[in-house]
């Protein structure tokens, strides 16, 4: 992989500055170094080079703008606008697109076009004399068009069908009927039965509503893929599903207000930090302030065949007395 050159990896004061930036937006939203490499899948080695500013760590100049785009859109900041001062303090120039210039053909030498036109209306005339002339005389032959039958002029006159000509004597004609052509009976399929009506159960009843940018990750118990994650902006509302022993972790309690059956609640205990693994229980926010480290007030229900009872031993035989 190709790095930058020695005048290219030379920190300078624009390239520090920008990665404090990045840091500030970093910290402001309860993140640290580590939940950044997770969410963008980038080493940890060249964020912390990102943001102390040191160029000459980073890897060729196209991955280290694909890093500064992909850090600054995940914070919520112009992406373009951090990519342009990147480039300017590490002179990593945009590639210029070339335009390509095919050759033109070399006209042909030949009869110029004036002349072609005026070959053209001289043929032009020259036939439409011969025409004139041909039209004009007396001699010339016409063929003769034989009447028309009337039994077709009378049907054409009436609208009717012509009638056959009758037959000769001693002959008899028989006249086939057309056969009847079968028409195709197309039912139209039955209309699709309309979708039942949500239940009740399917709506929960806790929403959180974000003052500022806050990290949010939500995960079901036994899941590897999380059911939610991404960084929430300021005036954006989340309804998680009602779904039992759902945990949540937030970048920062501080932006967060909870709102169970349309009601506000206290919401988190006061505080700055991420706050990992919060029960999403709608009796638990009803209860007070959410302390560090809260637990549901019901525990979730196992697995069904764990709570299967076990079959009762069989009582030992009564010994003849």
């Known amino acids: 992989m190709k790095r930058f050159s020695r005048a290219e990896a030379i920190p300078s004061g624009d390239a520090a500055r920008l990665g404090e930036e990045l840091?500030?937006?970093?910290?402001?939203?309860?993140?640290?170094?580590?939940?950044?490499?997770?969410?963008?899948?980038?080493?940890?080695?060249?964020?912390?080079?990102?943001?102390?500013?040191?160029?000459?760590?980073?890897?060729?100049?196209a991955y280290a703008v694909g890093f500064v785009r992909n850090y600054a859109t995940s914070l919520g900041l112009d992406a373009e606008d951090f990519v342009r001062r990147f480039r300017e303090c590490t002179g990593a120039v945009a590639p210029k697109r070339q335009d390509l210039v095919f050759p033109e053909p070399v006209p042909e030498r030949g009869v110029p076009s004036g002349a072609i036109i005026l070959i053209g209306v001289v043929l032009a005339a020259a036939a439409y004399g011969a025409?004139?002339?041909?039209?004009?005389?007396?001699?010339?032959?016409?063929?003769?068009?034989?009447?028309?039958?009337?039994?077709?002029?009378?049907?054409?006159?009436?609208?009717?069908?012509?009638?056959?000509?009758?037959?000769?004597?001693?002959?008899?004609?028989?006249?086939?009927?057309?056969?009847?052509?079968?028409?195709?009976?197309?039912?139209?399929?039955?209309?699709?039965?309309?979708?039942?009506?949500?239940?009740?159960?399917?709506?929960?009843?806790?929403?959180?509503?974000?003052?500022?940018?806050?990290?949010?990750?939500?995960?079901?118990?036994?899941?590897?893929?999380?059911?939610h994650e991404r960084v929430m902006r300021a005036g954006e509302t989340y309804t998680p599903p009602n779904r039992e022993g759902l945990l949540m972790t937030l970048g920062s309690v501080a932006g967060v207000e909870v709102t169970v059956d349309g009601q506000q609640q206290p919401g988190f205990a006061p505080g700055a930090g991420t706050r990992r693994n919060i029960p999403l229980d709608p009796v638990l926010f009803r209860a007070g302030v959410v302390p560090p480290g809260a637990r549901f007030t019901t525990p979730p229900a196992a697995n069904p065949a764990q709570q299967a009872p076990r079959p009762a031993a069989p009582a030992p035989a009564a010994r003849p007395q």
């Open 23 to 61: 840091r500030d937006a970093r910290i402001s939203s309860g993140l640290s170094i580590e939940d950044m490499s997770a969410v963008l899948r980038i080493r940890r080695v060249y964020l912390v080079a990102l943001e102390e500013g040191r160029v000459k760590d980073l890897p060729s100049p």
């Open 131 to 227: 025409w004139y002339t041909w039209s004009s005389g007396g001699d010339r032959s016409v063929d003769a068009v034989p009447p028309v039958p009337p039994r077709l002029e009378r049907a054409a006159r009436e609208g009717t069908s012509p009638e056959p000509p009758p037959p000769a004597s001693g002959q008899t004609t028989t006249v086939p009927l057309p056969e009847p052509v079968p028409v195709p009976v197309v039912v139209p399929p039955p209309p699709p039965p309309p979708p039942p009506p949500p239940s009740p159960t399917d709506a929960s009843r806790i929403t959180l509503r974000f003052t500022q940018q806050v990290w949010m990750q939500v995960r079901a118990p036994g899941q590897q893929q999380p059911v």
